[in-house]
């Protein structure tokens, strides 16, 4: 079975910095796109940041371009989100998915295949 599992989500400080990763297993993910969502309550889910599966093209929402740089270790089945200069309005539930058919949008939620369950992050102001 498929399963997807984020971590590193936390309360943190205006300004400051978290690492989340997100650890597959069930299925090898290196041939596929990792994006990374997040929901704030009361709103829709949005993208936050996709990679391509040879880690080579990266993609962000332009909230975050600049403060959020997503990377991924194949050999270890794991892709990460850096999230520096945090500001409240980052605050949400952030969610991992992976995408393995070529030619989707990838920014587009329904573009993805497998999903975590989300961990929250926290930014105080």
């Known amino acids: 079975q498929v399963q997807m599992v984020e971590s590193g989500g936390g309360l943190v400080q205006a300004g400051g910095s978290l690492r989340l990763s997100c650890a597959a297993s069930?299925?090898?993910?290196?041939?596929?796109?990792m994006g990374w969502f997040r929901q704030a309550p009361g709103k829709e889910r949005e993208f936050v940041a996709a990679?391509?599966?040879?880690?080579?093209?990266?993609y962000y929402s332009d909230s975050v371009k600049g403060r959020f740089s997503i990377s991924r270790d194949n050999a270890k089945n794991t892709v990460y989100l850096q999230m520096n200069s945090l500001k409240p309005e980052d605050t949400a539930v952030y969610y991992c998915?992976?995408?393995?058919?070529?030619?989707?949008?990838?920014?587009?939620?329904?573009?993805?295949?497998?999903w975590g369950q989300g961990t929250q992050v926290t930014v105080s102001s």
């Open positions: 069930g299925r090898t993910f290196s041939s596929y796109v």
């Open positions: 990679i391509h599966w040879s880690g080579s093209s990266t």
């Open positions: 998915a992976a995408c393995g058919v070529a030619g989707r949008n990838w920014y587009k939620e329904r573009s993805y295949d497998y």
